[in-house]
């Protein structure tokens, strides 16, 4: 029986070189000249730090565009409040990796309501969708697509 799974999940290699990147595109700055700014990866979190809030913002928005450039949809960054200590601002971006029961639930509902012949069931921080034709496998993923999800969705592991 053809089935895929729905997953939400952040490449880290990937994720080393938007941070990387970024951190070339402020090394290069003009207005970054002299100041001490940075970014620091470390699992799913990055760790941004500099001396104004103002930067701070310029330097979420070159992150943004890195993970863009790196193939990674910048709906999954969660971004922290700024934290003042001493001459530094800092603040936590962290990357959302997986589904949670909630975000699995409601993706089982909008494929029952829809009425297409698959089977959706979470397994996991995943949901593996089944059904007896490769058409309605697609049907499935185009619905999901279509629908209002928060979270950047990828569909692995298709099978005929």
Known sequence: MPSFDVVSEV???????????????????FDFKGIDAGFE?????????????????????????????????????E???????????????TLRNGLDSQQCKS???????????????VQGDQVRVTGKKRDDLQQAIALLRACDIDLPLQFTNFRD
Do not use: W, Y
């Open 41 to 77: 990866r470390d699992g799913h979190t990055v760790a941004v730090h500099a001396e104004v809030e103002f930067q701070l913002a310029q330097m979420e928005d070159m992150l943004r565009s890195a993970l863009i450039k790196c193939d990674i949809d910048p709906q999954a960054m």
């Open 79 to 93: 971004v922290g409040d700024a934290v003042v200590s001493g001459k530094l601002v800092r603040e936590t971006v």
């Open 11 to 29: 490449d880290l290699h990937q994720l080393t070189n938007a941070v990387d990147q970024a951190s070339r595109i402020v090394a290069n700055r």
């Open 107 to 121: 993706i089982v509902k909008q494929l029952k309501e829809a009425k297409l012949k698959v089977q959706a069931q």
